[in-house]
């Protein structure tokens, strides 16, 4: 190989080297120093800002309806036979129907699908409650149980009666 040749070849190969090393004009300076992190928001700024947040419908609608929850809850005190049962069906379709909607809206409301969640069964255990009540009252044991809570408010009744007497003669 003669020197004539091989001079422009390393003349050629320095030449593209140089521009292959270059920076293109349009890239943006890159430093190697890390990036001003944002601040660490609090617990509150998040929940401000959140799209199922404090100043959103999203979460004062949940919030309200634990009022039907609890009100369900209470109910389990009452007797069965003063139960509505359409009522209670309707809870109970509204908690099974709007669970399964909480995870399919956006934005997903985890809060909103734990309150139906809730209602629903609040909602069941009264429906099985009626249920019950409504089987055993039409195989005559509820009439058993009647009869034996009358026998016993008449005791009584005739126990105050002849204690009113005797106060009465007595004074």
């Known amino acids: 190989m ?3 040749t091989t001079i422009p070849r ?3 190969f320095s030449r593209s080297a140089r521009f292959q090393f270059r920076r293109p004009v349009n890239r943006r300076f890159q430093s190697t120093e890390a990036p001003l992190a944002k601040p660490e928001q609090t617990l509150f ?3 401000w800002n959140s799209p199922v ?3 959103t419908v999203h979460f004062w609608a949940p919030v309200m309806k634990w009022a039907l929850v609890i ?3 209470s109910d389990f005190s009452r007797p069965a036979e003063k139960l509505s049962l359409t009522q209670n069906l309707a809870l109970t379709a509204t908690g099974a129907i709007w669970t ?3 995870f399919i809206i956006k934005p997903r409301n985890l809060l909103l699908a734990a309150v139906n969640f809730f209602l629903g069964c609040v909602g069941v255990v009264q429906v099985s409650r009626i249920f019950v009540y409504q089987r055993n009252l039409s195989n005559g044991n509820v009439s058993e149980l009647v009869s034996e809570e009358g026998s016993e408010v008449e005791k009584t009744a005739k126990d105050v009666v002849a204690k009113v007497k005797k106060a009465a003669t007595g004074a």
């Open 45 to 47: 700024v998040r929940l």
């Open 53 to 55: 947040g404090v100043k």
């Open 2 to 4: 003669s020197t004539r």
């Open 71 to 73: 009100a369900g809850i």
């Open 100 to 102: 399964r909607w909480c």
């Open 10 to 12: 390393l003349l050629q």
